[in-house]
């Protein structure tokens, strides 16, 4: 498993979200990993298996989800800035979505 993890959940359908990106990004925007939540809108291996501490970020492309789905979205994309201390053993970052609100939080 990677170090980093992430979820997403449409709650406007009570389903997982199927086919977002999702981009792993270093504090000044240099790309480490990018996946595709799987049907289950999970994506478990999204970068390397240990980071340095600091500072990360990851992007969901939610605009091309919605898309797909031909729903229009206020949010484009989610970017979600998370403090990392390399001691820990993993981090999961879930996205619970609609398209006028979002929620995310530290996972396990």
């Known amino acids: 498993m990677s170090f980093v993890t992430a979820h997403v959940l449409d709650a406007s359908l009570g389903t997982p979200a199927t086919g977002v990106t999702i981009t792993l990004l270093a504090a000044d925007n240099t790309e480490i990993a990018q996946a595709v939540t799987n049907d289950d809108g999970r994506v478990p291996d999204l970068g390397p298996e240990t980071l340095d501490s600091g500072v990360y970020r990851i992007t969901f492309g939610t605009g091309e989800y919605f898309a797909r789905r031909n729903v229009e979205t206020f ?19 879930p996205l619970l979505l609609s398209p006028f609100a979002y929620s995310t939080y530290r996972g396990s």
Do not use: M
Request: hydrophobic fraction near 30%.
């Open 75 to 93: 949010y484009p994309s989610i970017t979600v800035d998370f403090k990392v201390d390399a001691n820990q053993k993993h981090y999961h970052v």
